[in-house]
T-cell receptor, first 113, second 114 residues
């Protein structure tokens, strides 16, 4: 079945460094991908999304890269700040998914001051 | 514009009881999806409602049910609670429920079953 997974459950970086969080998906028909940030005790917060007709999309301090050949996407956070500490997870969807998104389990990002 | 709201935020129930959770979507959003989040399983899709109709359903037992009202507010119900139902229940809303549009999550309801 369809699955979405992250390569590392935890990631620890120094403040000011760039962070890269990876995600792999299994469904070749997926054509929409999304990243969420979830802080402790809160609901997931939308960060950025990308459609399969793009390879890269940039937001404020964040960039999502999509490699459809190897079914991999990544979230890059520039100049990571302590406030970026949270769980990040990716989701995927597509025409064959109907209304549902499939999510990975998440990577806990810890930013050390 | 107000975000997605969920009530209650916390619940403690005992095995065998039933529980109803409520979700109010962002104004103008007509689709509401429900997810169960646990440390071991991540975010698991429960079901999605659009225009008061369940359009999509995940792999959960029939004890989990839901409904949507004409104002797009949604409720989910879990009957005969089991210890394993302890989780964070999240709802997310979107305009029309296409899996290729952004879903916005509420803060969740944390359910503890004793």
């Amino acid at each position: 079945g369809e699955s979405v997974g992250l390569h590392l459950p935890t990631l620890s970086v120094q403040e000011g460094d760039n962070s890269i969080i990876n995600c792999a998906y299994s469904n070749s028909a997926s054509d929409y991908f999304i990243w969420y940030k979830q802080e402790s005790g809160k609901g997931p917060q939308f960060i950025i999304d990308i459609r399969s007709n793009m390879d890269k999309r940039q937001g404020q301090r964040v960039t999502v890269l999509l490699n459809k050949t190897v079914k991999h996407l990544s979230l890059q956070i520039a100049a990571t700040q302590p406030g970026d500490s949270a769980v990040y997870f990716c989701g995927s969807g597509g025409e064959t998914s109907g209304s549902r998104l499939t999510f990975g389990e998440g990577t806990q990002l810890t930013v050390n001051p | 514009k107000a975000g997605v709201t969920q009530t209650p935020r916390y619940l403690i129930k005992t095995r065998g009881q039933q529980v109803t959770l409520s979700c109010s979507p962002i104004s103008g959003h007509r689709s509401v999806s429900w997810y169960q989040q646990t440390p071991g399983q991540g975010l698991q899709f429960l079901f999605e409602y659009f225009s008061e109709t369940q359009r999509n359903k995940g792999n959960f037992p029939g004890r989990f049910s839901g409904r949507q009202f004409s104002n797009s507010r949604s409720e989910m119900n879990v009957s005969t609670l089991e210890l394993g139902d302890s989780a964070l229940y999240l709802c997310a809303s979107s305009l029309v429920g296409d899996s290729r549009e952004t879903q916005y999550f509420g803060p969740g309801t944390r359910l503890l079953v004793l």
